[in-house]
């Protein structure tokens, strides 16, 4: 028998190697880029609305870099899926800690809070309080 945290990184592992929706989403919605400089994570995403342009009807990524990046975006695409545009801005990153299940180290961080702030930043840019050309840079 493994510990809870064993069966996590099995999980994690799992979403590295297997991503959930990825790839490109045509015609989405909106689309937004970021990257970590500090170990080279890029991750684009994909999000299409539904009929009432604020639920998530579809997301998908792609992207390059650690298993925790990767598999962060993996669990957050399907996590996003049916939720609106406000509670994917008010997501916190205790609620990507929370899909990953795993302590993670203050160096990893920003690895696991990536994609959260890809998307949340893309919806910003979407209803029009940042600027397009802003690319998501977790430094």
Do not use: W
């Amino acid at each position: 028998m493994g510990t809870g945290s064993d069966m996590y990184r099995q999980q994690i592992l799992d979403h590295y190697k297997n991503p959930r929706n990825y790839g490109e989403l045509e015609d989405p919605t909106f689309e937004h880029v970021g990257e970590n400089p500090m170990c080279g994570d890029t991750i684009k995403m994909f999000v299409k609305l539904g009929d009432d342009d604020e639920t998530i009807r579809q997301v998908s990524f792609i992207g390059d870099g650690c298993a925790i990046s990767q598999a962060s975006a993996s669990l957050l695409t399907n996590a996003l899926q049916g939720k609106t545009i406000e509670e994917v801005r008010a997501m916190d990153r205790d609620d990507v800690l929370e899909l990953l299940g795993v302590e993670v180290t203050p160096m990893r961080l920003k690895c696991a809070v990536l994609a959260e702030k890809v998307a949340q930043d893309g919806a910003a840019i979407y209803v029009g309080d940042k600027d397009i050309d802003e690319t998501t840079t977790e430094e």
